[in-house]
């Protein structure tokens, strides 16, 4: 049986790459795996636990009490945080915001970077992330990159939440170009693109427009691979 690619998909916030993962794994039958809900547990489990985003020497000494798996719920792959199923809480931008804080924590990455790769190591997978091409499969069979201007991702997300008025663009705007700048400026693990990722620009693409330009490289990816 041929073994399946492992497949990375990285970007910046809100350029839709849970969407696209979830969506390409289907059409692949991969498994999918949202690393980023990862770092927004390890986020919600702290605020639960009023514990500041900042202690990161607390964080460090608590990581032991945390256990995340994957399920899948009326089909739909959700994030189960100590046995609770947290996909929900976790979407807050609150803890969005959490997410890009804890994951600058040196103790945080190395917990949750074995569990990626052991989720991963087989092939037949897709994750998503921030550095999934970059450190965590650095030597992934195939790489996307994929990015969006900051005005569509705002536009994106306030559609998410019910919409909302030009004051809360322009914030949610800022946000985002916030988290950019916050990501890509950590010492640990920065955003960046992969030098063998191909990118795509989501901005004036559909969601199956992008899904049907990542299967034409996947399967060209195949056929170099199989030759």
Not at 19 to 39: C, F
Request: charged share 25%; net charge negative.
């Amino acid at each position: 049986m041929q073994k399946g690619l492992i497949v990375t998909l990285d970007g910046p916030a809100g350029a839709g790459k849970s969407s696209v993962s979830r969506k390409l794994s289907n059409l692949l039958g991969y498994t999918y795996i949202d690393t980023g809900a990862m770092y927004r547990a390890i986020a919600l489990y702290f605020k639960q636990q009023g514990i500041p985003w900042e202690n990161h020497e607390q964080i460090e000494q608590d990581l032991s009490g945390i256990q995340l798996e994957f399920r899948s719920v009326n089909g739909e792959n959700h994030i189960f945080l100590n046995g609770v199923d947290s996909e929900s809480a976790i979407r807050q931008r609150e803890i969005s915001r959490g997410a890009s804080v804890v994951s600058a924590i040196p103790a945080v990455r190395d917990f949750l970077l074995e569990q990626q790769r052991a989720l991963g190591e087989n092939g037949g997978v897709v994750l998503e992330g921030r550095d999934i091409g970059t450190v965590v499969f650095p030597n992934a069979e195939l790489k996307f990159y994929l990015d969006a201007s900051s005005e569509q991702r705002a536009r994106r997300r306030l559609l998410q939440t019910g919409g909302g008025s030009d004051a809360d663009f322009e914030q949610l705007k800022k946000e985002i170009e916030a988290r950019d700048l916050a990501d890509m400026r950590r010492e640990i693990a920065p955003l960046r693109c992969p030098e063998d990722a191909i990118t795509v620009d989501s901005s004036e693409l559909s969601l199956d427009e992008v899904i049907d330009l990542m299967y034409t490289h996947f399967e060209n990816r195949n056929k170099v691979l199989n030759q």
